[in-house]
């Protein structure tokens, strides 16, 4: 703000000199008393700018301590997962406990394109504002957020007197992780749907209202019902169908319809566990994840949109088209599977998303047929 209002600098406490001084083009001093702001300004106290290195910053702060290489077998997933972060689709890994689940989400922010300055800032904005800092000059690593599943509807989205950012805007321009989803809430979960759609939240209060940015992918995990077990071939699951139903039944059909990708997480196999062979890297994932962002900047670069899961309805006619074997496949997995009307679209955002990850212009069958593939709950 001091900068778009032509403004030369300012003085703030010395523990946010340096997130202060990381926007270039103005001059940040910091002060510890009143006294030294006094003296700063009447010229008695001799003026000490604080400057930061933002190469140096980011190469500090933009480091993460996970790798996908770490994860063995569940390539599917991580073909999923790379699909997903390609497009910014929001997913969701359904599987049996201790299948991976929380591994694969946590390595996923590795994989997104690398931040931004413009973002890192924004997201330090947010963070600074709910005094969660921790002493860092700029959030240079994409957040990820993963909020326990007794948290309140405005610890999710905001709020207080004096309303503070909730997790869905510090997760901003980066990754929400709600594991065990059909134990949050339902109130919770419904008020995440605006943020989801908007990529923002208002928080209003009789002093007035107040914005904060989320602009966010959701991931989420769960079981495939009460005890973990269904359709896994290694247990037994004691659960009757009703119950099956009751259990999958706690996530709305508006929320899941705004969950692009829907992967299953098997169990991972002895032999799988034991390769001692590692697999593909997250730096080698991320390249082709740029590569497909850049196809969608190039796309959408005049209305300033930056991937496939921002698209609008007229966006789909123009550029989601599939060949005819392809719209014959997708009318049939309508028909069998019952899918909603916003299940087709994200089902189309999904295969250009696929298509663009090959480098091809057209929607083809194949295409289809794995994006359809990632509707897991529709199918089960």
């Known amino acids: 703000m001091v900068k778009d209002e032509g403004l030369k600098g300012l003085i703030v406490p010395t523990e946010n000199a340096a997130e202060a001084a990381v926007v270039e083009g103005i001059e940040v001093f910091g002060v510890s008393t009143l006294s030294e702001a006094f003296l700063l300004l009447n010229g008695d106290q001799p003026l000490n700018q604080t400057v930061?290195?933002?190469?140096?910053?980011?190469?500090?702060?933009?480091?993460?301590?996970?790798?996908?290489?770490?994860?063995?077998?569940?390539?599917?997933?991580?073909?999923?997962?790379?699909?997903?972060?390609?497009?910014?689709?929001?997913?969701?890994?359904?599987?049996?406990?201790?299948s991976g689940k929380t591994m694969l989400a946590r390595r996923l922010p590795t994989i997104l394109p690398a931040m931004t300055l413009t973002e890192a800032i924004e997201a330090t904005k947010v963070h600074s504002v709910a005094g969660v800092l921790d002493g860092n000059a700029l959030i240079a690593t994409r957040?990820?957020?993963?909020?326990?599943?007794?948290?309140?509807?405005?610890?999710?989205?905001?709020?207080?007197?004096?309303?503070k950012p909730g997790e869905v805007s510090l997760a901003h321009h980066g990754v929400l992780f709600l594991d065990e989803l059909p134990e949050f809430r339902k109130n919770v979960?419904?008020?995440?749907?605006?943020?989801?759609?908007?990529?923002?939240?208002?928080?209003?209060?009789?002093?007035?209202?107040?914005?904060?940015?989320?602009?966010?992918?959701?991931?989420?995990?769960?079981?495939?019902?009460?005890?973990?077990?269904?359709?896994?071939?290694?247990?037994?699951?004691?659960?009757?169908?009703?119950?099956?139903?009751?259990?999958?039944?706690?996530?709305?059909g508006p929320l899941l319809d705004r969950i692009d990708i829907q992967v299953e997480v098997p169990t991972v196999k002895y032999k799988e566990l034991s390769d001692k062979t590692t697999g593909e890297d997250s730096a080698t994932i991320r390249t082709?994840?740029?590569?497909?962002?850049?196809?969608?900047?190039?796309?959408?670069?005049?209305?300033?949109?930056?991937?496939?899961?921002?698209?609008?309805?007229?966006?789909?006619?123009?550029?989601?088209?599939?060949?005819?074997?392809?719209?014959?496949?997708?009318?049939?997995?309508?028909q069998r599977l019952g899918l909603s009307a916003r299940a087709y679209t994200r089902i189309l955002k999904v295969a250009r998303t696929i298509a663009d990850l090959a480098g091809e212009g057209q929607i083809t069958s194949a295409h289809i047929a794995q994006a359809v593939q990632y509707r897991a709950l529709d199918r089960g």
């Open 288 to 334: 082709r994840v740029n590569q497909a962002r850049e196809i969608q900047l190039q796309r959408f670069r005049e209305r300033k949109m930056f991937c496939n899961a921002q698209m609008s309805s007229r966006d789909i006619r123009t550029y989601c088209q599939p060949d005819p074997a392809g719209e014959k496949l997708l009318e049939q997995a309508m």
């Open 52 to 98: 930061v290195d933002l190469s140096t910053l980011f190469a500090q702060h933009s480091h993460h301590d996970v790798d996908f290489n770490d994860v063995k077998g569940q390539e599917h997933v991580k073909r999923a997962l790379e699909v997903a972060a390609s497009g910014g689709h929001n997913a969701l890994l359904l599987g049996p406990p201790g």
């Open 143 to 163: 957040p990820f957020r993963t909020p326990h599943h007794t948290i309140s509807d405005a610890g999710m989205i905001g709020g207080g007197s004096v309303p």
């Open 189 to 252: 979960l419904k008020v995440l749907r605006p943020p989801l759609e908007d990529a923002h939240v208002t928080i209003s209060r009789a002093v007035g209202s107040i914005t904060y940015p989320a602009d966010i992918m959701l991931v989420t995990a769960m079981n495939p019902c009460r005890c973990g077990y269904y359709g896994d071939p290694n247990h037994d699951c004691t659960c009757s169908p009703q119950q099956v139903q009751h259990y999958r039944a706690k996530i709305s």
